[in-house]
Each structure stands twice: as structure tokens, then as C-alpha cells.
């Protein structure tokens, strides 16, 4: 890799540190949020003011992989965004700079850009940096498709072109053949159920702190890399001894740089483990920062190749289940500030029937939050309007987006699947294979939701007492003290501790052959499932729920029109009693006529529901069919001499 090169373009980046006026709860803020920093001469930063700098790369062959160079077997696309989120305002004059790691390592130098491109979404926080981060819900949230498109779009709009133009003009090899392609079949956009990019997508992202430095003026939106470079030319000093320490390298060379490394090396860059942030060495050098401090990576697949599936898309964020817990929630935010002398009350509507509310909400100016409340579905079949109002807070609060939602409330307890007979009815012979069944290669592929962060701020009051005089010899002191804010972050996090399908415990010949269980067709089989639910920042239980549905589709029925609901047990999760089980034993049958081979079914894991919407896994396991159940039985007349 080349050595890299640090030039700072002083002329452009003073052009950006201009004075800028800072709201009275900016002033009150510092690394641990109560401004003594700025008091004492030293730079601070604020735990709620981080975003990601994200950049896209695309590979240039269907066959590129994470084994391969990026420099050499992918292309950049566009330059780097911004993402934050929509809890905060970023203060007037903030430096950015224009490129990324990978461009800083071939050489690039620190150049800052006026006008940077950035996205108010609701991403995850970053670990460490931030209270609630979760690198679970960092990587979900990077390996989300929906995000890979706001990303996409964002850097279009910031070229000046569409995002078929940003791809146009590449040269790819598809398939062997060199040259340049349709974008429809390069961009990961869908056609019917399916994404149809034939080159992979990279997109690298890295996590931005804002420092506020103490001349009081200027403040860096960088990336672990950036504070790393400009540290070693000397143009600042984040440490702690000396006229321009900044005394917050805590953030600069620990935390950010431990925020998100890569867990393997890809691409041609080495993984990095972090520092111990209690240890003699747990401050990054500046060389191990631009190195491999700082930064996280996603590959999304070429998809030509894959084998046909069956992708079933159902929004189950505006479904809900009848006789289920779930969060309703819609976003606030404050034109001024919202304290606890006049806080906002959301109270929530479904029908035009209040059905409960959030009260106690207070908000900087500038701030936004979820409002959210625990509301039980009815236990039949409807659609609902849900509405919200707010009240209080002296008319500073208003909806980010909208107000009301459309729900339905569906019946999952349905479409069963049919009695298995053995034997034709007409026929009286065994049932044979419908005709035009082909078994699916592969199980659904479907997007999954696996972490939610969401958060809501707190204030105390500091007390700043002067003494007011009355002109007489006298006066009095006076408390002109001001409201600090916080922000609370959680998160939440669902993933499968266990998932096997076993045979009915009145199988007589099943065995497990390795870890695959081999039984005959026929035969019946059980679903086992454990979840686990994991919880940063001590949300209460009124914001989350556990999970509650759980539904598995079989290869017979090509993972759709029948399927069985488990249910919660001492165990985890497993079928539902089965009616035309002579033992009513928790089975589901195989067909008689399944050939041998492999059988897989499916499993959707949803209904664990946050503010930030409902948390969804699937999972999917596989016996093997060898032979039927007429194999192990031989049926007889009671008396053979009759």
C-alpha cells in the first residue's frame, strides 16, 4: 500500500471556521455534557452528535469476491455521504472532509468539502462512542438493501446524475464477455420478487464524532482516520499536555478507533483488533488508526447465480396479528426547546378511541424522538386507523412525518395444512407426486430485521447562581441556571439460539446420520426454535416486546398457501397440536410421495416489536427422506386364513 501523504489544504478549510452561533444547550454540553471543557480551555465533543461517512463500491466482474483487491477488482462509485441521525443539529461551520480510508491509503490528501451530502436517517449508534451502540444492529442496518438504495440515491443527487448515470460509463465482465452494461442488470434494484445486480456491491462505512475545539469556533466531523492524520502532521493535538492540547483523544485514539473494526481481513485489508480502553497500550498510534482503526464493510452478493427461489415479500411493519403486544410509534421533534416545565404529551388514537399515551417528553431545540406506547391488537380480524395528537411544550413539538397509520390486523391462524392421506380416495391407490411439482432448490429469501435502536432525552437543570444587586448595598442571589439535555439510547436485538426440525417421537426408523436426522416419508416431523432477545441502555419493558409469532411452510406446498404457527412451550417454540395426529401429538406430516432426498422447511420469527418497528429472522433446516412409511408397516388381514 502507498505510504500515505498528508496535505491540508489550510485556504479551504478556513473558509469553514468561520464563527457560528451555538444554541444555549450546545454551550452546556462537553464530553461528559456539562461545558466545564470549554470553561477550563480544553475541546470537547457530545455523545448524541455522530453520524457515518458511507462510500459504495461495485465489483467489475461476477465473479469478484471478498478475497479479491478492491483497488483492482472493484470501483468506486460517486464519493462519500453522510449519514445521521435525526436527533440532533449539526452546528453551523462544522468541517468535512471529502474522502474516505481507502482513498487516504492510496495516497489521497485531506481536503474538505463545503458542501457535503448527508442523509437524516435512523441509523444505529456506533458501539462504544456511544451509549446503546450495538455493533449487531450497526451490521444490520449496513446490510440492509433499503439502505444501500438511500445510499445509492444520495450519491446520484450529490454527482448530479441518476444512479443508472453512475454506472453507465463502467466497463464490467458478465459471464465472461468485457464491456459496458445495461445498469439494470449492475444496480441492486428489484424486477418482480427479485434483486437482479450480477456484480457484487461494497459499501464501507465509518463512524464521525464531532469535536468541538476549544478557540471555541472550530468543529471536525471526522472519521477515527482523519483525526489520526491530522494529529501526526501537528496541525492539532488531541492529547493532554502542552498549549494546544485538545484533551479529548480519549474519543480521537481510543473509542472511535475501537468503535468498528473489521472482524476478518477482506479486500485486501487487514483486520485490526481493537485496543484494550483500560490497558497501558489503549491509545491507538496514529499509523495503527490509518491502518485499520474505525471503519466496518458489507458485501452484498452478485445474484445471477443464485438458484431460483421463492422471495415472499409481505410488509408486516403495517400488518399486525390479532391478540398480539405491539409498539405503535410515530416521530416528534421541537422547533425550540421543549423542558420539563412544559413537556409534551402524545396521546394515541386507534379508531378515534384514545388508547393510551406518552407524557413526560422533553427535546432541545433542533431534536427529535420517538413517541411510542405498548397497545394489545383486538382478537379479531379488522383494519384500523391509528392517529396520535400531541399536547403540550408550549407548541414547540410537531410530527417529523405523519400522524396516522393504516393497520391491518390479521388472522395467522389459517390455511392449515389439508389431512394427509396416504391413499388416493378415488383411486384407493398410494397418493403420487401432483403433477407439475418441482421442489424448490432453495428456501424464501426474505430481508430480516435482526436490531432496533431508538432512544429519548432527559433534562437536568444546571444552576449558574449571580448575585443581583439592588442598588442599595443590598440584593440577592439569583439562579440563572439553564436545562442540559440527554439522550437515553437502547436498543434491542433478536437472534436464534436454536432452530431443528426432528422426527415425531413415533417414528420407529429415524436416525440421525451426522447432524442431519433421516427419516421415511409419510412420516411426521417437529419444529424446535429458541430465540434470544438482547437489550442495551436498560430500555423498559413498555418499549419492546418478546417474540410472539412464529410460522414454518413446507417444500409440498412451495413455502406458501399452508402453513403451521408454532407455539410457545417450556422449550422455546414448537407446532401447534396437529388434529389429524391419532396422538395429537405437535407434528407436521410429510407426503407420502416426497421423493428422497432433501427436505427443508422455513420459518418467519416475528412480532418481537420497538418504537423502531418489528424485529424479523427466518430460519430454515433440513432432514433427509430415504424411503416411506410403507417400508417399516406391512398391513395384513387380521386373520389370513378368513
Same mark, same amino acid.
Given at each position: 500500500?502507498?505510504?500515505?501523504?498528508?496535505?491540508?489544504?489550510?485556504?479551504?478549510?478556513?473558509?469553514?471556521?468561520?464563527?457560528?452561533?451555538?444554541?444555549?444547550?450546545?454551550?452546556?454540553?462537553?464530553?461528559?455534557?456539562?461545558?466545564?471543557?470549554?470553561?477550563?480551555?480544553?475541546?470537547?465533543?457530545?455523545?448524541?452528535?455522530?453520524?457515518?461517512?458511507?462510500?459504495?463500491?461495485?465489483?467489475?466482474?461476477?465473479?469478484?469476491?471478498?478475497?479479491?483487491?478492491?483497488?483492482?477488482?472493484?470501483?468506486?462509485?460517486?464519493?462519500?455521504?453522510?449519514?445521521?441521525?435525526?436527533?440532533?443539529?449539526?452546528?453551523?461551520?462544522?468541517?468535512?472532509?471529502?474522502?474516505?480510508?481507502?482513498?487516504?491509503?492510496?495516497?489521497?490528501?485531506?481536503?474538505?468539502?463545503?458542501?457535503?451530502?448527508?442523509?437524516?436517517?435512523?441509523?444505529?449508534?456506533?458501539?462504544?462512542?456511544?451509549?446503546?451502540?450495538?455493533?449487531?444492529?450497526?451490521?444490520?442496518?449496513?446490510?440492509?438493501?433499503?439502505?444501500?438504495?438511500?445510499?445509492?440515491?444520495?450519491?446520484?443527487?450529490?454527482?448530479?446524475?441518476?444512479?443508472?448515470?453512475?454506472?453507465?460509463?463502467?466497463?464490467?465482465?458478465?459471464?465472461?464477455?468485457?464491456?459496458?452494461?445495461?445498469?439494470?442488470?449492475?444496480?441492486?434494484?428489484?424486477?418482480?420478487?427479485?434483486?437482479?445486480?450480477?456484480?457484487?456491491?461494497?459499501?464501507?462505512?465509518?463512524?464521525?464524532? !464531532? /469535536?468541538?475545539?476549544?478557540?471555541? +469556533?472550530?468543529?471536525?466531523?471526522? =472519521?477515527? *482516520?482523519? $483525526?489520526?492524520?491530522?494529529?501526526? #502532521?501537528?496541525?492539532?493535538?488531541?492529547?493532554?499536555?502542552?498549549?494546544?492540547?485538545?484533551?479529548?483523544?480519549?474519543?480521537?485514539?481510543?473509542?472511535?478507533?475501537?468503535?468498528?473494526?473489521?472482524?476478518?481481513?477482506?479486500?485486501?485489508?487487514?483486520?485490526?483488533?481493537?485496543?484494550?480502553?483500560?490497558?497501558?497500550?489503549?491509545?491507538?498510534?496514529?499509523?495503527?488508526?490509518?491502518?485499520?482503526?474505525?471503519?466496518?464493510?458489507?458485501?452484498?452478493?452478485?445474484?445471477?447465480?443464485?438458484?431460483?427461489?421463492?422471495?415472499?415479500?409481505?410488509?408486516?411493519?403495517?400488518?399486525?396479528?390479532?391478540?398480539?403486544?405491539?409498539?405503535?410509534?410515530?416521530? !416528534? /421533534?421541537?422547533?425550540?426547546?421543549? +423542558?420539563?416545565?412544559?413537556?409534551? =404529551?402524545? *396521546?394515541? $388514537?386507534?379508531?378515534?378511541?384514545? #388508547?393510551?399515551?406518552?407524557?413526560?417528553?422533553?427535546?432541545?431545540?433542533?431534536?427529535?424522538?420517538?413517541?411510542?406506547?405498548?397497545?394489545?391488537?383486538?382478537?379479531?380480524?379488522?383494519?384500523?386507523?391509528?392517529?396520535?395528537?400531541?399536547?403540550?411544550?408550549?407548541?414547540?413539538?410537531?410530527?417529523?412525518?405523519?400522524?396516522?397509520?393504516?393497520?391491518?390486523?390479521?388472522?395467522?391462524?389459517?390455511?392449515?395444512?389439508?389431512?394427509?392421506?396416504?391413499?388416493?380416495?378415488?383411486?384407493?391407490?398410494?397418493?403420487?407426486?401432483?403433477?407439475?411439482?418441482?421442489?424448490?432448490?432453495?428456501?424464501?429469501?426474505?430481508?430480516?430485521?435482526?436490531?432496533?435502536?431508538?432512544?429519548?432525552?432527559?433534562?437536568?437543570?444546571?444552576?449558574?447562581?449571580?448575585?443581583?444587586?439592588?442598588?442599595?448595598?443590598?440584593?440577592?442571589?439569583?439562579?440563572?441556571?439553564?436545562?442540559?439535555?440527554?439522550?437515553?439510547?437502547?436498543?434491542?436485538?433478536?437472534?436464534?439460539?436454536?432452530?431443528?426440525?426432528?422426527?415425531?417421537?413415533?417414528?420407529?426408523?429415524?436416525?440421525?446420520?451426522?447432524?442431519?436426522?433421516?427419516?421415511?416419508?409419510?412420516?411426521?416431523?417437529?419444529?424446535?426454535?429458541?430465540?434470544?432477545?438482547?437489550?442495551?441502555?436498560?430500555?423498559?419493558?413498555?418499549?419492546?416486546?418478546?417474540?410472539?409469532?412464529?410460522?414454518?411452510?413446507?417444500?409440498?406446498?412451495?413455502?406458501?398457501?399452508?402453513?403451521?404457527?408454532?407455539?410457545?412451550?417450556?422449550?422455546?417454540?414448537?407446532?401447534?397440536?396437529?388434529?389429524?395426529?391419532?396422538?395429537?401429538?405437535?407434528?407436521?406430516?410429510?407426503?407420502?410421495?416426497?421423493?428422497?432426498?432433501?427436505?427443508?422447511?422455513?420459518?418467519?420469527?416475528?412480532?418481537?416489536?420497538?418504537?423502531?418497528?418489528?424485529?424479523?429472522?427466518?430460519?430454515?433446516?433440513?432432514?433427509?427422506?430415504?424411503?416411506?412409511?410403507?417400508?417399516?408397516?406391512?398391513?395384513?388381514?387380521?386373520?389370513?386364513?378368513?
Amino acid at each position: 500500500m502507498k505510504k500515505i501523504i498528508i496535505f491540508i489544504s489550510i485556504t479551504i478549510l478556513l473558509l469553514n471556521f468561520y464563527s457560528s452561533c451555538m444554541l444555549a444547550d450546545d454551550n452546556a454540553d462537553t464530553g461528559t455534557g456539562t461545558g466545564d471543557g470549554m470553561a477550563t480551555g480544553k475541546g470537547y465533543y457530545k455523545s448524541n452528535e455522530w453520524m457515518y461517512k458511507a462510500t459504495l463500491y461495485v465489483g467489475l466482474s461476477d465473479n469478484a469476491t471478498t478475497e479479491n483487491n478492491l483497488n483492482s477488482s472493484f470501483k468506486k462509485v460517486g464519493q462519500p455521504v453522510f449519514i445521521k441521525p435525526s436527533t440532533f443539529t449539526i452546528p453551523n461551520g462544522t468541517v468535512y472532509c471529502k474522502y474516505n480510508k481507502v482513498d487516504y491509503l492510496n495516497g489521497m490528501s485531506l481536503v474538505s468539502t463545503p458542501t457535503p451530502k448527508i442523509i437524516t436517517d435512523n441509523p444505529p449508534p456506533p458501539p462504544i462512542t456511544h451509549t446503546g451502540g450495538n455493533i449487531t444492529a450497526v451490521k444490520s442496518y449496513f446490510g440492509d438493501t433499503g439502505t444501500l438504495q438511500r445510499v445509492l440515491d444520495a450519491v446520484a443527487q450529490q454527482a448530479g446524475t441518476t444512479k443508472a448515470g453512475l454506472v453507465s460509463n463502467i466497463s464490467f465482465n458478465i459471464d465472461g464477455v468485457t464491456g459496458k452494461k445495461n445498469p439494470d442488470i449492475i444496480l441492486p434494484v428489484k424486477s418482480g420478487d427479485k434483486y437482479l445486480n450480477q456484480v457484487p456491491w461494497v459499501i464501507i462505512y465509518e463512524p464521525v464524532i !464531532i /469535536a468541538h475545539l476549544k478557540d471555541g +469556533t472550530t468543529k471536525l466531523a471526522f =472519521t477515527a *482516520t482523519e $483525526y489520526a492524520m491530522v494529529q501526526a #502532521v501537528g496541525l492539532f493535538d488531541f492529547f493532554f499536555s502542552g498549549y494546544e492540547a485538545q484533551y479529548i483523544a480519549g474519543m480521537t485514539h481510543i473509542n472511535l478507533p475501537n468503535s468498528i473494526v473489521l472482524e476478518n481481513d477482506w479486500l485486501g485489508f487487514r483486520a485490526y483488533p481493537p485496543t484494550n480502553p483500560v490497558g497501558s497500550n489503549k491509545y491507538w498510534s496514529n499509523e495503527r488508526i490509518m491502518q485499520g482503526g474505525g471503519w466496518g464493510m458489507r458485501f452484498l452478493k452478485a445474484n445471477q447465480k443464485a438458484d431460483p427461489t421463492i422471495e415472499i415479500t409481505k410488509d408486516d411493519q403495517s400488518d399486525y396479528r390479532i391478540d398480539t403486544d405491539v409498539i405503535l410509534s410515530f416521530r !416528534i /421533534a421541537a422547533h425550540g426547546k421543549i +423542558t420539563p416545565d412544559h413537556p409534551v =404529551t402524545v *396521546t394515541f $388514537y386507534v379508531d378515534g378511541v384514545s #388508547v393510551g399515551s406518552m407524557s413526560g417528553i422533553v427535546m432541545p431545540g433542533g431534536g427529535s424522538q420517538l413517541a411510542w406506547l405498548k397497545w394489545r391488537t383486538p382478537d379479531i380480524p379488522k383494519t384500523v386507523n391509528i392517529t396520535a395528537s400531541i399536547s403540550g411544550g408550549n407548541g414547540q413539538a410537531y410530527f417529523v412525518d405523519e400522524s396516522s397509520q393504516v393497520a391491518n390486523i390479521v388472522d395467522m391462524n389459517q390455511n392449515i395444512p389439508p389431512d394427509p392421506v396416504a391413499k388416493d380416495p378415488e383411486t384407493g391407490k398410494p397418493v403420487q407426486k401432483p403433477n407439475g411439482y418441482i421442489i424448490p432448490k432453495n428456501v424464501p429469501v426474505r430481508a430480516e430485521k435482526t436490531a432496533a435502536t431508538w432512544g429519548e432525552y432527559w433534562a437536568w437543570w444546571k444552576s449558574v447562581w449571580v448575585w443581583v444587586s439592588d442598588g442599595e448595598g443590598g440584593g440577592n442571589w439569583v439562579d440563572k441556571g439553564y436545562w442540559v439535555f440527554e439522550w437515553d439510547g437502547y436498543s434491542a436485538s433478536l437472534s436464534i439460539h436454536k432452530y431443528e426440525i426432528v422426527p415425531d417421537e413415533k417414528v420407529p426408523t429415524a436416525k440421525k446420520v451426522y447432524h442431519t436426522w433421516e427419516m421415511g416419508s409419510g412420516y411426521g416431523l417437529n419444529v424446535n426454535l429458541k430465540t434470544l432477545i438482547n437489550t442495551d441502555g436498560n430500555p423498559s419493558e413498555s418499549s419492546y416486546t418478546g417474540t410472539q409469532t412464529v410460522v414454518t411452510y413446507f417444500p409440498e406446498f412451495l413455502y406458501k398457501d399452508f402453513w403451521r404457527l408454532l407455539e410457545k412451550t417450556s422449550n422455546g417454540f414448537e407446532l401447534q397440536h396437529n388434529k389429524y395426529s391419532t396422538y395429537n401429538n405437535r407434528v407436521h406430516f410429510t407426503p407420502l410421495w416426497y421423493p428422497d432426498g432433501k427436505y427443508s422447511t422455513y420459518t418467519e420469527i416475528m412480532d418481537l416489536w420497538t418504537p423502531e418497528g418489528m424485529l424479523f429472522r427466518v430460519a430454515s433446516d433440513t432432514i433427509d427422506i430415504k424411503g416411506t412409511v410403507f417400508d417399516d408397516w406391512t398391513v395384513v388381514p387380521a386373520d389370513p386364513y378368513e
